[in-house]
């Protein structure tokens, strides 16, 4: 998923795109969910399933330009194998969270909701904590055996993961800080409150960074050279 061929200007473009689609989805999919049926296994499952599906399009299509990060921890992880220098993994942070807000905002107002909500869904406590950081350490793994393996399938194994964590975590799998602030500021099936943030971005923090230490050492990968390839002027 290299993308030192664009300029960093385009690159935080398909950042902050790419998480706006997808928190689109996410919060879409469960208004959709929510308003069609009163079965919430089956909202779920649609939310699921449109999510899952999002990532395999916005990663085929934007990983070209930007690596298709969309996720703070992810360019954090890339950052400190530097694969990324650390300003770009900043200014990929911010773009992406902006990008988050943007699309719960034009989720809501796709469905003629108030743009600006606060959530009041409870996500908090020690299962939900442990789901979040078992949730991003298997998306952070992921990626990474997937870039040493097989890095074509990586749109495919993304998807597949995240739709599978939906189901077998306690969280759902946020498995991102942009994803989990977004949500904060919807209070709709994807709803998260504020006040229990700082627990899941620890948690999503602590899972990728667990997850890069065990991948370096399993997957037996080359040291990374000292300074990553001159970036394109912006």
Do not use: C, K
Not at 66 to 94: C, E, K, M, W
């Amino acid at each position: 998923m290299s993308e030192q061929a664009f300029p960093l200007s385009r690159r935080l473009g398909a950042e902050a795109l790419g998480t706006l689609i997808l928190l689109a989805t996410v919060v879409g999919s469960g208004i959709m969910a929510d308003r069609l049926t009163g079965d919430t296994a089956l909202a779920l499952l649609g939310n699921t399933v449109a999510t899952g599906a999002m990532l395999v399009v916005l990663i085929t299509t934007l990983g070209p330009i930007s690596g298709a990060h969309f996720n703070p921890v992810v360019s954090l992880v890339f950052a400190l194998r530097r694969d990324i220098l650390h300003r770009t993994a900043q200014a990929y942070a911010l773009a992406q969270i902006l990008g988050g807000m943007a699309g719960t905002l034009l989720a809501h107002a796709m469905f003629e909701l108030p743009l600006m909500q606060v959530s009041t869904t409870v996500r908090t406590g020690s299962g939900q904590w442990l789901a979040e950081a078992v949730a991003t350490f298997g998306l952070v793994f992921t990626i990474l055996a997937g870039l040493r393996f097989r890095p074509q399938a990586i749109p495919a194994l993304v998807g597949l993961y995240i739709t599978a964590a939906y189901w077998f975590t306690a969280s759902t799998s946020f498995a991102n800080p942009a994803v989990a602030i977004a949500r904060a500021a919807s209070d709709t099936f994807a709803g998260i409150r504020p006040v229990d943030l700082p627990g899941f971005l620890l948690a999503e923090t602590f899972g990728a960074l667990l997850a890069l230490a065990i991948a370096g050492w399993l997957l037996m990968e080359r040291t990374p050279q000292s300074l990553p390839t001159p970036e394109p002027a912006p």
